[in-house]
């Protein structure tokens, strides 16, 4: 257990000996994890600037599965599952990688969603923008000024909101703090003076795509 502004966290290593579970072990371990947790969430604060308690969601604990299963990850629960053969798998750096995923992840937890309005591909997008912010991203993600619509989700919509920011720093923390209650497409124009589909247009002829 270790304890970071009160949230606490736990790791639980369910993959016996499994492949992954031992380069889990031997390569990452439950020490790195839990200091990775922390580190993540204090980063995440600060990327949506909640200074304050008041502005996070309230979550007093956050649980790390590694698990022999399917995909890469996902976050249920304030609960983040990390498929152990995936890491096991995996042919290069693989801490970094977990720390990645687990920027990803926990950025899932601490993120605001509409009350379940906001579409997908912009909660994804999001995610991975911390993770792009906290410079965990891999090589094989899209360049900027790639992807065929803005809220395609994770990588492509990752560098499109890193535009956005550009444009008015803070942006991607001001528009997570609007959707605390709700989402409108309209929050693009509140903060950027333009609709979400001319800024993409901006975007794309910025980067000659």
């Not at 031992?22 to 371990?29: A, E, K, L, S, T």
């Not at 042919?91 to 997908?120: A, C, L």
């Not at 991607?172 to 209650?181: P, S």
Request: charged letters at 20%.
């Amino acid at each position: 257990m270790q304890r970071s502004h009160a949230v606490e966290y736990a790791v639980n290593d369910n993959t016996g000996n499994s492949g992954g579970g031992v380069r889990f072990r031997n390569d990452i371990g439950v020490d790195y994890s839990l200091q990775t947790l922390g580190s993540a969430t204090d980063f995440i604060w600060r990327t949506f600037q909640q200074n304050n308690p008041a502005d996070r969601k309230d979550v007093q604990k956050v649980t790390l599965f590694i698990e022999n299963g399917n995909g890469v990850a996902f976050a249920v629960n304030n609960e983040i599952h990390v498929n152990a053969n995936y890491l096991g798998s995996y042919s290069g750096d693989v801490k970094r990688e977990f720390t990645g995923v687990i920027y990803h992840e926990m950025t899932h937890i601490w993120q605001w969603n509409g009350n379940g309005q906001t579409p997908g591909g912009l909660i994804e997008g999001i995610a991975d923008f911390v993770r792009l912010k906290a410079n965990y991203n891999p090589s094989h993600w899209v360049q900027p000024g790639q992807g065929d619509r803005w809220d395609q989700g994770y990588d492509v919509t990752a560098r499109f909101l890193d535009y956005c920011n550009s444009l008015r720093n803070g942006f991607v923390a001001e528009l997570n703090k609007k959707m605390r209650t709700g989402y409108s497409a309209n929050y693009f124009v509140d903060l950027l003076g333009k609709t979400v589909d001319q800024l993409w247009s901006d975007y794309k002829a910025k980067y000659g795509n």
